[in-house]
């Protein structure tokens, strides 16, 4: 299997979505399990943690942007976008307004990162309150499509385990794009050897 020595980089992972879209709970709910519903904090948090994903022990730095950061100082906004090796794109089902700011957020992402495609998942927050959607499942698949993301509608208020598959979802794209290209020489010879083989064996037919 694949080995991530002591010396590799951490995955780093952005969060962002509106205002109340759940980041800070979301990434509570990563780090302790637990649902906390109340934060006041207006500074962006770095959260350290590490996994085990496929018999690899993985680090993890997961940076919590909140919205009147992200509103108010594009350029930090710009740098830890930068800094991320994969995105977290938050909206929540029962508030449209968040939903919008999805398409702005990708582009800015794309527009900075000049990777073919920003390992991104689109979450859809709060689907434990259904009687408030104003999102529909259908809308937010439809724009991960648009976006090039992968979809995931969740609750972080009523079960760790979507969280945990979402930014397992998110770490495991991060990690297949970091891998190395398979070794191009060795794919090479193994065609050659092929092609020969069949050239030798028609050869063989003919003569
Ligand atoms: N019902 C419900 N409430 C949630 C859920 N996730 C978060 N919340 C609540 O939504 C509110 C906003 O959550 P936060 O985590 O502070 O949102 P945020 O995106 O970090 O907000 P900013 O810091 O303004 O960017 C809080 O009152 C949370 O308790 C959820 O899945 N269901």
Same mark, same amino acid.
């Given at each position: 299997g694949e080995v991530r020595g002591p010396s590799m980089q951490p995955v780093k992972i952005l969060v962002l979505g509106a205002?109340?879209?759940g980041k800070t709970a979301l990434c509570v709910r990563f780090i302790t399990r637990r649902f906390i519903g109340e934060y006041d904090h207006r500074r962006e948090m770095t959260y350290r943690c590490s996994r085990t994903l496929d018999h690899e022990d993985v680090d993890l730095e997961i940076l919590d942007l909140p919205s009147k950061v992200q509103e108010s100082l594009p350029a930090s906004l710009e740098s830890s976008i930068c800094w991320a090796d994969g995105f977290l794109l938050l909206y929540s089902i029962t508030q449209r307004l968040t939903f919008m700011e999805v398409p702005r957020l990708k582009a800015l992402i794309d527009k900075t990162k000049h990777?073919?495609? /920003?390992?991104t998942v689109l979450v859809a927050n709060k689907a434990d309150l259904e009687v408030g959607r104003e999102v529909t499942t259908e809308e937010g698949q439809t724009l991960a499509k648009d976006l090039r993301c992968s979809f995931r509608e969740l609750s972080v208020a009523e079960a760790a385990s979507g969280v945990e598959a979402a930014f397992l979802q998110l770490i495991r794209f991060v990690l297949d794009q970091q891998r190395?290209? /398979?070794?191009r020489r060795s794919y090479m010879l193994t065609v050659r050897h092929a092609l020969t083989r069949k050239l030798t064996r028609s050869k063989t037919m003919q003569w």
């Amino acid at each position: 299997g694949e080995v991530r020595g002591p010396s590799m980089q951490p995955v780093k992972i952005l969060v962002l979505g509106a205002g109340d879209s759940g980041k800070t709970a979301l990434c509570v709910r990563f780090i302790t399990r637990r649902f906390i519903g109340e934060y006041d904090h207006r500074r962006e948090m770095t959260y350290r943690c590490s996994r085990t994903l496929d018999h690899e022990d993985v680090d993890l730095e997961i940076l919590d942007l909140p919205s009147k950061v992200q509103e108010s100082l594009p350029a930090s906004l710009e740098s830890s976008i930068c800094w991320a090796d994969g995105f977290l794109l938050l909206y929540s089902i029962t508030q449209r307004l968040t939903f919008m700011e999805v398409p702005r957020l990708k582009a800015l992402i794309d527009k900075t990162k000049h990777s073919l495609i /920003p390992p991104t998942v689109l979450v859809a927050n709060k689907a434990d309150l259904e009687v408030g959607r104003e999102v529909t499942t259908e809308e937010g698949q439809t724009l991960a499509k648009d976006l090039r993301c992968s979809f995931r509608e969740l609750s972080v208020a009523e079960a760790a385990s979507g969280v945990e598959a979402a930014f397992l979802q998110l770490i495991r794209f991060v990690l297949d794009q970091q891998r190395p290209l /398979p070794d191009r020489r060795s794919y090479m010879l193994t065609v050659r050897h092929a092609l020969t083989r069949k050239l030798t064996r028609s050869k063989t037919m003919q003569w």
